[in-house]
Each structure stands twice: as structure tokens, then as C-alpha cells.
């Protein structure tokens, strides 16, 4: 078993001070730069280090002993529109696409990136397609002109209008007209306010059009959503826990002031594939313990990667106290070991070995 801290992310849209409950190291608890997230894992971009010590987790464990990636992640504004590619998709891209002038570093690595998200405080987000009719109301109310020959019943619809929307240019005065052109459209209060986020935050954006085509999400406290390779999102704002297969593959479309691959993402993007249930994931979040008295117990077995993050008080796994911002990480092969949670914490498993293992291989 190792035990690690996890390595902190200051991206623009996090939340100052956000992730300071889970820092372990003095300095980073000082500031009040935007805290995005925190890594615990062996990617290369992030590798967590092994307390005690000045090694990271990678230098002692690779991919195949640690296959996935789990994040703090706290949202002040939105992230960016975006679609992680499949593992053929990444391949190609890391391998090949990368070394063209074009797209030069626009794949971090050379795998699928599939992701759920456990939300710890409120959480909204854009995730999956909404239904086509709701999006053309909201274009209706904008007096959009759509693409010449454009029919709602085409198998395609959705992809054509979409394409259209990427490549064209609309004015300023459309993207402030989103919020009300949602409000009229009849959708409810918080939808309206996801829009207003996005228009305040990203003003003459595209992205903001994008986002029409997006279901709208708002989940609680406790509550997940699972995204695989291919479904657009765009988290808006709060704090939860993110887990996903080793990968920082994103292709962005808007709403960044990163690089955008629009011609990539596209190519990512399934188009009639609905977000699928939480039960699909092919890894579990449970949270245990709520700073009460008698402590919870519960074993982690044998047979399976675990990581059990402590997210408050205290947490004993095995003979090993865990303060909030550490993690015990166990590979497959470690024997089951008891976990005593006098605060609270949240125990990440692989459940579904067979879709990981596509995520993570490149022998398809």
C-alpha cells in the first residue's frame, strides 16, 4: 500500500481557495490562486507524491498497477465544451496526429479517457445531447437562420446543425441573447441561470451556442454522472470527485481560452448516443463515515484496485491513519484490508475490468 497526496492543478476557472481542505502541504494552504484540481494517480502530467518522501507514485507503480485517475475537482465558472476520444481515436491522435503542424500536441497521451463524476457539494454541468426540438425552440427564439435544406427528421440532423454552428460565426449580440432566448423557450429557472453563467463568463464565446445543444444537469450532494469517450460536456460549477481512466486526452470545441481542435472534437463526437446510466461506469465512488461515533467499518477486498481518499477527520485503512487530502492506494494483487472511517471518506473501485481494460490497452 502506498499513501499519497495529491498534486494540485491552479486552472483559471477554479475555485480560489477551493481545494485548501484537502492540501497537506503548508504553502499550497496560503494560497488563493484558482485551485481546479487535485491528482492522485501516476499520470505523467501529475503524478502524486508518496508522503514522506520526495518520490512520486509513478516512480514506484506504472499504468497497468494504477489504471485509473481520481481528481478533486472544483469548479468556480465553466470548463470548457469538450469530448475525450476513443482508444483507437487517442492512439492515432498521440501517435500520429501530434506530429503533424496543425494539431501538435492536441492529444496529452494515447488513451481513451472515460469519466465519472461523484458531486460533493451542489454540481451543475452540460452533459449529453439535449433533444434536437428543444434546441431548435431556443434557435427559434434567437431567429437563427438554419443551414439551407436543413430537415429535423434526417437521421443526421443533429450533426449537420451542429457542424453548421461550429463553423460559422454569430454576433455578440446573439451569444448576451441566450439566457432569454431559454426563458422564452420555456425551460426552467435553472437552466436559464447555467446560460446566464456561461454568457457572463465567456462573453462573444461561440462556445455558448454550443452549449445549447446540451442537456443541462444539476446534481446533489451524493449524486453521479458518467461520461465515456464521445459524449459532449461541460461542467459548470462545484466540487466533487472525478474518476476516469488514466488519460488527460480533451479536445475542446469553446468556452476556453485553451487551444481549440474544433476538426478533432468532431470526429470524437458521437452524435446519437444518449448519456448513459452511472450504472454503466466501469469504476464506483463510495462515500462512507459522516464525523460520527462509532467509526464505520468496512473491508476492501482483495482482487481489485482501490483508493480510499479521506475527505474529512480521520481514516484508518489497514494500520495506516489517513488525514483529508491523503490516499491509500492499493493495486489488485494487495490482500483486503479493513478501512476504519471515524471522518469520511470515498473508496474508488474498478468494478467492470473488461471496459477498463479497452480504455486501457492498445490491443483492440
Not at 481542505?21 to 492522485?40: D, N, V, Y
Not at 454540481?123 to 434546441?135: D, H, K, S
Not at 469553446?254 to 481549440?260: A, D, H, N, R, V
Not at 474508488?348 to 490491443?363: P, Q, V
Request: proline residues 8%; glycine residues 8%; contains cysteine.
Amino acid at each position: 500500500m502506498q499513501v499519497i497526496n495529491g498534486a494540485l492543478k491552479n486552472y483559471e476557472w477554479g475555485i480560489p481557495g477551493g481545494l485548501t481542505p484537502w492540501l497537506t502541504h503548508g504553502a499550497e494552504k496560503e494560497s488563493f490562486e484558482p485551485q481546479a484540481e487535485l491528482w492522485f494517480g501516476v499520470h505523467p502530467s501529475g503524478p502524486s507524491h508518496i508522503v514522506g518522501s520526495d518520490t512520486t507514485l509513478d516512480q514506484v507503480l506504472d499504468r497497468n498497477d494504477v489504471p485509473i485517475l481520481v481528481k478533486i475537482l472544483a469548479a468556480a465558472k465553466p470548463l470548457s465544451v469538450q469530448v475525450h476520444p476513443h482508444s483507437e481515436y487517442a492512439l492515432e491522435g498521440y501517435t500520429e496526429l501530434n506530429k503533424t503542424k496543425a494539431f501538435e500536441g492536441a492529444f496529452a497521451d494515447s488513451y481513451e479517457k472515460i469519466e465519472l463524476l461523484y458531486a460533493l457539494t451542489p454540481f451543475t454541468a452540460f452533459c449529453g445531447w439535449r433533444p434536437l426540438e428543444q434546441a431548435l425552440q431556443i434557435f427559434a427564439a434567437l431567429s437563427l437562420e438554419l443551414p439551407e435544406g436543413f430537415s429535423p427528421s434526417d437521421g443526421n440532423a443533429r450533426r449537420q446543425l451542429f457542424e453548421y454552428f461550429v463553423s460559422h460565426k454569430f454576433a455578440p449580440d446573439t451569444l448576451v441573447a441566450i439566457p432569454e432566448a431559454v426563458r422564452v423557450s420555456g425551460f426552467s429557472p435553472s437552466e436559464i441561470a447555467a446560460y446566464t453563467t456561461v454568457a457572463a463568463e465567456y462573453p462573444g464565446d461561440q462556445g455558448a451556442l454550443l452549449a445549447v445543444f446540451l442537456q443541462p444537469i444539476s446534481l446533489a450532494p451524493g449524486e453521479s454522472i458518467y461520461i465515456p469517450a464521445g459524449i459532449p460536456h461541460s461542467y459548470i460549477a462545484g466540487t466533487g470527485i472525478e474518476v476516469m481512466t488514466s488519460s488527460d486526452n480533451v479536445l475542446r470545441l469553446g468556452l476556453t481560452p485553451k487551444p481549440i481542435y474544433a476538426e478533432l472534437a468532431l470526429r470524437a463526437l458521437d452524435f446519437q448516443t444518449s448519456l448513459p446510466p452511472v450504472t454503466d461506469a466501469p469504476f464506483g465512488v463510495e462515500v462512507i463515515g459522516a464525523l460520527s461515533q462509532p467509526p464505520v467499518q468496512i473491508d476492501a477486498p482483495t482482487g481489485q484496485f482501490r483508493l480510499i481518499l479521506c475527505l474529512d477527520g480521520t481514516v484508518q485503512v489497514g494500520d495506516t491513519t489517513l488525514v483529508p487530502g491523503q490516499a491509500a492506494v492499493l493495486t489488485v494483487g494487495e490482500p483486503t484490508v479493513g478501512i476504519e472511517a471515524a471522518g469520511r471518506c470515498a473508496i474508488i473501485r474498478i468494478k467492470n475490468m473488461n471496459t477498463t481494460s479497452r480504455a486501457l490497452s492498445h490491443e483492440f
